[in-house]
């Protein structure tokens, strides 16, 4: 009995910390949908792109991990700005749709551009944590947890935290959520739609490249990574497009539902239901809640 | 009316929207230093695309100015944006209030000073001496926006404004389905406004016969060109503003341009 409880402990907590790892991928997209209300259909090739780069910086020019870092981020903020720049701009008045449009094609140029420069074949992410249950943990809890699960954990909740933050309490987090709300009527008292898109999307390249390291590091930095903006969209449909706690929320249940679900139904199935239980979920979401779980309810004065 | 003493002054201008929809036809006015001017007419005569040519805001709706000339300030404002005009301090009161509905009441009317470089200190500042015109918004500064009632909306979305601290406000249909009560409370505070901080004010209004006893001149539009302006005493006391716009009706005449084909004729019986 305690073991088959510790069984399913092991179970639940491996399914929450990688669902964290969701929650990274998903922070990306509500940013982004924040400010330009569209589904950023780029987010999975930000993530390839931006983890590519740091890690075509470290193996081919030898540059130090950390500095490899720093100059990922900055060609985040670069792609940011041209994004902003050459295709943000010229849609300004463009329904959502197109640029729902224009973003798939961003992520075709950013995936393009990624293989070009830095070639096709899987490369070895190594953050100098593993990906092994930590001893610790094993000898006193007797629970067999992933070290980079936990990293993965905590850099998230430092991320949330971070953003959270930045903006309940900052001049620019006001803008940001002023022009998520009406963009028409935050340009009319003065709040520069440039330098707020610039900011979202910079700082959705960032997320992406910390979702990207974490893939990264556990499943080798390779095309595949793009796939994993898919996995996204049932924790965005549970979690709310626009929240940010619920891009969180949503990839704990995700994660941890899946990983129940395929140790205790899955053998029923035939096994491998972790593929697809998440959409069966978010299915049932959409028909109940649309809004997700902490999306902003629509208001509406009567 | 001196020049110099008008902080704006439209010539003329003419505006289509998608190159080919021609908004306005001829429009000119000027509104002096410190006034009230109402732009008044029917739906679609073409008031909200004056003041959005006027704020610059007419781009991010695919219209253009194509002919003539708006000077804010003794300064030409074709090369502006939205944002410079905020800067200059021109600033617009959208149509329909356009408040942000999930920020509270506070969070809307301290959006309002994003384009001033103020300390934390400076903004509580301001945001008591805004509460001063705006008492009922100090009570439900907590509340999210998207909860109160129309009247405070509106109330929202002047006193964000005021907080950018303009020279000139430009006022879409500020009174837009208030009731009677509120209609006069808003204009009370347009009014007090207008007195104490000096601001130059131009509004559009369908709301013919409040807006002209709260404002010192008035233009009448209809399709896209001004037809008649004066000021505020002699269009309320004007026979055919009072049978057009006041509702003060006599035959089947409709607009203006009924009114003049029809004085044309009695002069052209005369000679």
């Known amino acids: 009995m305690v073991d088959e409880l510790l069984f399913f402990m092991e179970v639940l907590v491996g399914g929450l910390l990688a669902g964290t790892m969701y929650s990274l991928v998903a ?22 792109f931006s983890v590519l780069a740091f890690v075509g910086f470290m193996q081919d020019f030898n540059i130090p991990f950390v500095l490899a870092f720093i100059l990922a981020a900055l060609l985040m903020v670069v792609v940011g700005l041209c994004t902003e720049r050459f295709v943000l701009r010229p849609l300004m008045n463009a329904s959502e749709d197109t640029v729902l449009m224009a973003t798939i094609g961003l992520g075709y140029v950013l995936e393009g551009l990624a293989q070009a420069a830095w070639g096709v074949e899987v490369r070895r992410l190594d953050l100098g944590i593993g990906d092994f249950p930590v001893p610790w943990i094993a000898d006193n809890l007797k629970l067999f947890i992933s070290a980079l699960d936990i990293t993965a954990g905590v850099v998230a909740a430092i991320m949330i935290i971070g953003l959270f933050l930045l903006f309940k309490y900052t001049k620019i987090g006001l803008g ?56 996204a969209l049932p924790v965005l449909i549970i979690g709310g497009f626009s929240s940010i706690p619920g891009a969180i929320i949503g990839g704990l249940i995700i994660g941890a539902v899946e990983k129940v679900l395929e140790v205790y139904i899955g053998p029923f199935f035939g096994g491998a239901i972790e593929g ?20 902003e309810k629509i208001i509406r004065r009567v | 009316m001196n020049t110099s003493t008008n902080i704006l002054d439209i010539k003329n201008i003419e505006v289509t929207y998608d190159n080919v929809i021609l908004a306005l036809h001829d429009v000119s006015l000027k509104v002096p230093k410190g006034k009230v001017v109402a732009l008044l007419g029917a739906n679609g005569a073409g008031k909200s695309t004056t003041l959005k040519a006027v704020s610059t805001m ?40 356009r408040c942000f509905g999930h920020l509270t009441v506070e969070e809307n009317i301290i959006a309002g000073a994003y384009s001033r470089k103020l300390s934390k200190g400076d903004i509580n500042q301001e945001l008591e001496k805004i509460y001063t015109y705006f008492i009922r918004l100090k009570e439900r500064r907590k509340s999210q926006a998207a909860f109160t009632s129309g009247g405070e909306q509106q109330m929202i979305a002047v006193a964000r404004a005021m907080m950018a601290k303009p020279k ?20 009370n505070i347009v009014k007090e ?10 509004l559009a209004e369908q709301n013919t016969n409040v807006a002209l006893k709260n404002s010192d001149y008035g233009y009448i539009i209809e399709t896209g060109r001004v037809m008649l302006d004066g000021t505020a005493q002699s269009l309320l006391s004007n ?11 006599k035959k089947g005449r409709k607009n203006f341009r009924d009114v003049l084909k029809e004085e044309n004729l009695t002069k052209k019986k005369i000679n």
């Open chain 2, 168 to 187: 000139m406000l430009l006022l879409d249909e500020p009174t837009m389905g208030l009731a009677p009560q509120l209609v006069a409370e808003i204009f």
């Open chain 1, 27 to 48: 922070l990306g997209f509500v940013l982004i949908f924040k400010a330009s209300a569209t589904f950023n259909f780029s987010q999975g090739a930000m993530v390839f």
């Open chain 1, 276 to 295: 697809w239980a998440p959409y069966v979920l978010a299915i049932f979401f959409l028909l109940y809640r649309p809004e997700g779980l902490f999306g």
């Open chain 1, 176 to 231: 940001l959520r002023a022009v998520a709300d009406d963009a028409g009527a935050a340009s009319s008292i003065g709040i520069p739609l440039k330098h707020i898109m610039l900011l979202v999307w910079s700082a959705a390249g960032v997320v992406a490249l910390v979702a990207g390291c974490m893939w990264g590091a556990r499943a080798g930095v390779q095309f595949a990574l793009v796939d994993l903006a898919l996995k």
């Open chain 2, 193 to 202: 406004l207008n007195q104490k901080e000096g601001v130059s004010i131009l």
């Open chain 2, 239 to 249: 026979d055919q503003v009072k049978e057009l716009y006041l509702g003060i009706s």
């Open chain 2, 58 to 97: 007419l781009a991010s709706e695919r219209g253009k100015v194509t002919k003539g000339t708006i000077e804010y300030d003794g300064t030409s404002i074709e090369k502006q944006n939205p944002s410079q005009m905020v800067g200059l301090g021109m600033v617009q009161v959208l149509e329909g209030r």
